[in-house]
């Protein structure tokens, strides 16, 4: 929450051993708006799988960001073994993935946002950056009050049910 604000319309899956994307993918199956799944190259060299699933699913609203910075991020900023090695691009291109992104700085990512998000069809997009050295604190509110959070979020805007029951009003 440091970075984005939201308490409402982001999901937060911290250490979520690469199913950030997958989690989103099932959002995305529910709505026709763009959903946005953020993960690591951690995460990535976790389930590499992760790219023939989203490719084969072929969900026109999911756009898929990586952010490589060597490291995996819930481990305090472990390195990652091989990191020189990885294309993360060129793998995704193998995995059949038609809409692939390089971006080189956060400047690129400016530049071609506006484009992955109003193209038709999957994207995934790597985004190269340094590490922070330091992790990110975790969001200030606890798993349950977040999913109730999002989930209600979620059946406002898309008008679907989440939830049985109603929640208490304070």
């Known amino acids: 929450m440091e970075i984005t604000r939201e308490s409402e319309r982001v999901f937060y899956l911290e250490a979520s051993m690469s199913l950030a994307s997958l989690f989103a993918a099932g959002i995305a ?11 690591g190259d951690g995460a990535l060299c976790m ?7 989203e490719q084969a699913m072929a969900l026109p609203n999911l756009k898929h960001l990586v952010l490589s910075n060597g490291c995996y991020g819930s ?38 946002l506006d484009e992955i998000l109003s193209v038709a069809g999957y994207v995934f997009a790597v985004l190269d950056v340094e590490p922070l050295g330091r992790r990110l604190p ?12 999002f989930g ?19």
């Open 138 to 149: 975790s969001p200030p509110i606890d798993g349950p009050e977040l999913k109730f959070r």
């Open 47 to 53: 389930n590499p799988g992760m790219l023939m699933v």
């Open 75 to 112: 481990t305090n900023e472990l390195p990652l073994r091989f990191p020189e090695r990885a294309d993360y691009v060129a793998m995704a291109r193998a995995a059949g993935v038609e809409r692939v992104y390089g971006l080189a700085t956060v400047e690129g990512l400016g530049q071609a």
């Open 152 to 170: 209600r979020y979620l059946e406002r805007t898309v008008g679907r049910p989440i939830f049985d029951a109603s929640l208490p009003r304070n």
């Open 29 to 39: 199956l529910g709505t026709s708006r763009n959903v946005v799944a953020l993960s």
